[in-house]
């Protein structure tokens, strides 16, 4: 081989890692990747549609929170969000892939349903709501446990199994609406009670979503604090992170699999509930909407801290509320903020690159 | 120096990581036909250096010549065309393929792949260095010893004359050990250059031309292996003058604690792992385990720990107050329950005995995070319990919050080791030791051993170097493919008898 021809063959840049970097220099990172992906979306903008960024930063901004109501929604779809979210958070920990919050939001959403719709007239509202909230819980915990004694006892893919039962949970909610339908023919079961108003998710203190803002931060809290002061959550941990560890200091390994799972199932079926009792008021095979998978974007881009899911969810919610807007008064493709969503998270998901690892270009190298 | 003698110069080598410096103007030279051991403690930068040599870092600062030319090593590529051939501690093979197969893996060549050629090549290659390998032969069938003998055919094959070694007979019986320093010396008297990392000084002694000394990062010296002793070499790489006799103490009024009768297990595609083991295990005693990796070793302490399915026989412990408890069929968590301090060192640090991930607060937690009543996690005496090992056995870590897994070998093993005996335990097995660690950590953990052998603690020690064993231990049990070969007294028998016990052919001398 010719040895010369390699001299001086030196690599452009490499790449070293940081052994430690203050949290202020990280979040200084991460807020200058926002602001780039800001100043790259308005070029992307400006070269696709021709229109100003800023009157179209401008829309978004006003389609999400521009009046209060409109605030409110998007707060409201934030927190059902963020419900899901927190339920993936115990599963997630302990390595298990709940792909099926989809399908636990699902059967939570139809027993809440069930229950409206059979003893909505019949019943005084707090029993009736916490008899929704119970059966909704035991509805995720059971869509969730199903898959989780599998694995425990035969080891089968967790994902796949979640996966599929979105399928079979969908099916159900299909099955009932033969019978709820409302009015007939319609094949769809239209709003629950709408004249009694039962089973609907009161205001608290004047504020619409008060109860699910209330539940939903109090779940961020709970399940932060159980992850990471529980003896249980420090089962989660070394289970997630090594299985053999965990038989070797005599965790029941089974039973963690299957208690972190109801856990998880039964907060996602608290999200159905939510969903129907307090915003949609009716079902439908879409009452999930995706949210079971977006959830899982939230979780991730958290590493599902609860905290963290807070201000992901809602960052997430804000951009799909501004992009109806965005398509609707600019006559734009939905599709546009997606790209601006897209474009954003890149950036911020970059940074962590930039705040793991530093970059030193050559020629900053000293000749030996 | 004259040039042209060298193969491989490195100049004045910098490699840091972050603030830490992993090799500080490093100069070495490899001879034309010699074999250079390179000797240091854990993190003193053999490895680093090595990975720049076969491409998988490039150095901050300095320079590599190789035949007297300036050459940049960017990849492992350059290095491979550079006539370098690494050999790692963990073979890079694909199981289910031949020798022969793997060791074209990966070249450029025509569409129709001519196999008998290649073959032809390989055996002439085997012929000429004295291996020992069928080139047909599939990796899952080969023991460890023949999968390393692939790898090096492999790098020669490829046309490799410079060989570098990182710690190739840690894997290996004194057998084997032997037929591999034949064959690199067959190499070295056909003009190869071999560098050879290893932490045992009478392999160094026994085998090289010369001997490079790092110390933290730093190039000590280089020297001729004739002018060399154990004692000479071990100063030049701690620094300081070390005694390297382990002392071993007479077990003070020995008493059974745990006696193991019949002992069968199978692993999950239902081959046996254990046949039929017997053995008592006495207090104040240290019961060294030797045998080929893969002899039953771990499914041996795993049995006694609770950890194993088993299918035949009975595990007995004799507690010090009196009584008997039966420990088979009882899982590890039942053997807690009861009460019951059995420590278990295992060989997986990372992915058995600690969590990687989580820092020495959380992992000093494994064991009893349970006790206690409430909802909510003590972490406040597992972080009395950290700094305290931190402190009585000088774990080099920044702080107890750090994962362990940033940890080198030897403070991970300080770690765990230090959380076993930090329960006053009765019996303690631990396995594999001082594996990966070097004379000063190795040192610390025999003292220790002996500490809990003094206290009265029936030590169970698998090792894999015979002469730490026949110097530590007071008997040592030989298992062969999960067979008990012999138990013999460690302060009569020689490593040689050990050594035809692993390998089945002492079979009928067996038994005390």
Same mark, same amino acid.
């Given at each position: ?40 979306? @308005? ?5 696709? /549609? ?23 929604? /998007? ?76 694995? @425990?006892?035969?080891? /089968?893919?967790? /994902? ?101 799972? @109801? ?14 009792? @307090? ?90 | ?92 093979? +694909?199981? *289910? ?55 090096? *055919? ?235 090992? +931190? ?122």
């Amino acid at each position: 081989m010719n040895k010369d021809a390699m001299k001086g063959r030196e690599p452009l840049a490499h790449i070293s890692k940081r052994d430690e970097i203050t949290i202020w220099k990280a979040w200084g990172i991460r807020l200058a990747a926002i602001l780039l992906s800001l100043v790259v979306c @308005a070029g992307v903008i400006f070269a696709l /549609t021709r229109l100003n960024p800023i009157e179209v930063y401008k829309a978004i901004f006003g389609g999400a929170v521009g009046t209060s109501r409109r605030a409110w929604v /998007t707060i409201r779809d934030a927190l059902t969000l963020l419900c899901i979210a927190i339920g993936l958070a115990p599963a997630f920990r302990m390595r298990f892939w709940n792909t099926g919050a989809e399908g636990q939001v699902l059967v939570g959403g139809v027993v809440t349903a069930a229950v409206m719709i059979y003893f909505g007239d019949a019943l005084p509202t707090p029993v009736l709501l916490l008899i929704m909230l119970v059966v909704s819980i035991l509805a995720g915990m059971i869509w969730g446990l199903i898959p989780a004694v599998f694995k @425990a006892y035969w080891n /089968t893919n967790e /994902t796949l199994f979640t996966l599929m039962l979105n399928y079979v949970a969908m099916q159900i909610v299909t099955f009932c609406i033969v019978f709820w339908e409302n009015p007939a023919g319609s094949n769809t079961v239209g709003v629950i009670n709408s004249a009694t108003k039962g089973g609907w998710m009161p205001a608290l203190g004047g504020l619409t979503y008060g109860w699910n803002l209330l539940i939903v931060l109090a779940l961020a809290y709970g399940v932060y604090v159980y992850l990471r002061l529980s003896k249980q959550g420090y089962e989660v941990a070394v289970v997630g992170e090594s299985e053999s560890t965990a038989k070797y200091v005599g965790i029941n390994v089974k039973k963690v699999i299957m208690r972190t799972m @109801a856990i998880s199932g039964g907060i996602c079926g608290l999200a159905g509930f939510l969903i129907v009792s @307090a915003c949609s008021h009716t079902i439908s095979t879409s009452t999930a909407g995706g949210r079971g998978f977006t959830a899982i974007i939230v979780a991730w881009l958290a590493k599902f801290n609860t905290f963290a899911m807070i201000l992901v969810s809602f960052f997430l919610v804000f951009m799909q509320k501004g992009a109806m807007q965005i398509a609707s008064q600019f006559n734009l493709n939905e599709n546009a903020s997606d790209v601006i969503t897209g474009i954003i998270l890149f950036f911020i998901l970059g940074s962590e690159f930039f705040i793991r690892y530093k970059v030193e270009l050559r020629g900053r190298r000293k000749e030996a | 120096m004259e040039q042209g003698n060298y193969a491989i110069e490195l100049k004045n080598i910098t490699k840091r990581f972050g603030k830490v410096v992993a090799n500080d103007k490093v100069c070495l030279a490899v001879k034309k036909g010699e074999i250079l051991s390179i000797l240091g403690e854990n993190g003193s930068g053999k490895t680093t250096l090595m990975n720049m040599l076969s491409g998988i870092y490039f150095p901050d600062e300095g320079q590599i010549l190789v035949d007297g030319n300036e050459v940049t090593i960017a990849s492992p590529k350059d290095s491979f065309e550079l006539g370098i051939g690494m050999i790692h501690q963990h073979f890079k093979l +694909v199981d *289910v393929l031949t020798a022969a197969e793997n060791i074209i893996l990966g070249l450029p060549g025509k569409e129709i792949l001519d196999m008998p050629a290649v073959t032809a090549k390989i055996r002439e290659l085997i012929d000429r260095y004295g291996f020992e390998l069928n080139p047909n032969q599939k990796i899952y069938e080969m023991s460890v010893s023949q999968k390393q003998t692939v790898e090096i *055919v492999k790098v020669l094959y490829r046309g490799a004359s410079m060989l570098i070694l990182d710690e190739p007979t840690a894997v290996l019986t004194p057998q084997e050990t032997e037929k591999l320093f034949a064959i690199l010396r067959n190499m070295r008297a056909a003009g190869h250059s071999i560098i050879i990392i290893t932490h045992k000084l009478n392999e160094v002694l026994e085998l090289s031309d010369r001997v490079a000394v790092l110390r933290k990062g730093q190039y000590i010296g280089t020297v001729e292996t004739k002018d060399a002793t154990a004692e000479s070499l071990t100063e030049m790489m701690v620094g300081k003058k070390i005694s390297l006799d382990i002392h071993r103490p007479e077990p003070v009024k020995p008493e059974k604690r745990l006696e193991i009768s019949g002992l069968s297990c199978e692993n999950i595609e239902g081959i046996p792992t254990l046949k039929g083991v017997t053995f008592t295990a006495n207090s104040g005693e240290i019961l060294g385990i030797a045998g080929i990796a893969g002899s039953g070793q771990k499914e041996l302490l795993e049995a006694v720990a609770g950890l194993q399915i088993i299918t035949s026989g009975t595990i007995s412990y004799y507690p010090p107050e009196g009584g008997q408890e039966i420990l088979s069929e009882k899982t590890a968590a039942d053997i807690r329950s009861l009460g019951i301090r059995l420590s278990f060192v295992p060989e997986d640090r990372l992915g058995m005995g600690l969590v990687g991930s989580m820092d020495m607060v959380d992992n000093m937690m494994l064991r009893g995070y349970n006790e206690g009543k409430g909802f909510f996690a003590d972490r406040k005496t597992p972080r009395k319990l950290a700094e305290e090992i +931190v402190e009585k056995l000088e774990v080099a870590t920044p702080d107890v919050s750090t994962p362990v897994r940033s940890l080198s070998g030897g403070n991970v093993q300080k770690v765990l080791v230090g959380r076993e005996i930090s329960s006053n335990p009765t019996v303690l097995m631990v396995a594999y030791p001082v594996r990966g660690l070097d004379i000063n950590s190795s040192y610390t953990i025999y003292e220790l051993l002996n500490e809990q052998k003094k206290k009265g603690v029936a030590v169970l020690c698998v090792g894999e170097d015979l002469d730490v064993l026949l110097e530590l231990c007071d008997k040592i049990l030989v298992l062969c493919g999960g067979a008990i070969t012999g138990i013999v007294d460690a302060r009569t028998t020689t490593k040689e008898e050990i050594g035809l016990l692993m390998t089945r052919n002492g079979k009928e001398q067996g038994n005390e």
